[in-house]
T-cell receptor, first 110, second 116 residues
């Protein structure tokens, strides 16, 4: 069964403390790995799409990487405004649908 | 204006009520979607419309009835809902349906639904 698993479920960091969020996938024939940010009470905001192993993309303090089994969202020197839930989704499988993980809730304390 | 706008943002309805959620996209996309987001669960795809034709219905109960009058507007008509239907309902759009091409899906802010 095609699946996307995110870890940890929740992460608390001090401001400036770099870390990584993990997204493991078992999606056959992956056609894209997507990262979204979701603030409380709002819809997901698109961050990155990665298409092939080895690909990397950056935006401000965030960098997303992709291997054949997982993706990482690296957060460098986070600030409190980076606090949000980060969602990962893979497209592929028999139906080519987007399969979402349950997200990682990130809290960055000043 | 944001790319995908949803109204209302919050809705409380009784189990015998009839209400509708509205979505409008200003991105010139051809595909629109309804997703359901419940606590601790992954986003669940409910319906897909491509060029205002429904192309997917993921076994959604008939108490949820979608309508897509054109490529820019999408409605979700609600009637005789159950308390377990309380969730965040997200509208989204993409250039082409998710089943084809390298598409990015863009979401609206969501409509919080509480069924009492």
């Amino acid at each position: 069964e095609d699946q996307v698993t995110q870890s940890p479920e929740a992460l608390r960091l001090q401001e400036g403390e770099s870390s990584s969020l993990n997204c493991s996938y078992t999606v056959s024939g992956l056609r894209g790995l997507f990262w979204y940010r979701q603030d409380p009470g709002k819809g997901p905001e698109f961050l990155f799409t990665l298409y092939s192993a080895g690909e990397e993309k950056e935006k401000e303090r965030l960098k997303a990487t992709l291997t054949k089994k997982e993706s990482f969202l690296h957060i460098t020197a986070p600030k409190p405004e980076d606090s949000a839930t980060y969602l990962c989704a893979g497209r592929g499988g028999a139906t080519n649908k987007l399969i979402f993980g349950t997200g990682t809730l990130l809290a960055v304390q000043p | 204006e944001t790319g995908v706008t949803q109204t209302p943002r919050h809705l409380v309805m009784g189990m015998t009520n009839k209400k509708s959620l509205k979505c409008e996209q200003h991105l010139g996309h051809n595909a629109m979607y309804w997703y359901k987001q419940s606590a601790k669960k992954p986003l669940e795809l409910m319906f897909v419309y491509n060029f205002k034709e429904q192309t997917e219905n993921n076994s959604v109960p008939s108490r949820f009835s979608p309508e897509c009058p054109n490529s820019s507007h999408l409605f979700l008509h609600l009637h005789t809902l159950q308390p377990e239907d309380s969730a965040l309902y997200l509208c989204a759009s993409s250039q082409d349906p998710i089943t084809g091409g390298r598409n990015t899906i863009y979401f609206g802010e969501g409509s919080w639904l509480t069924v009492v």
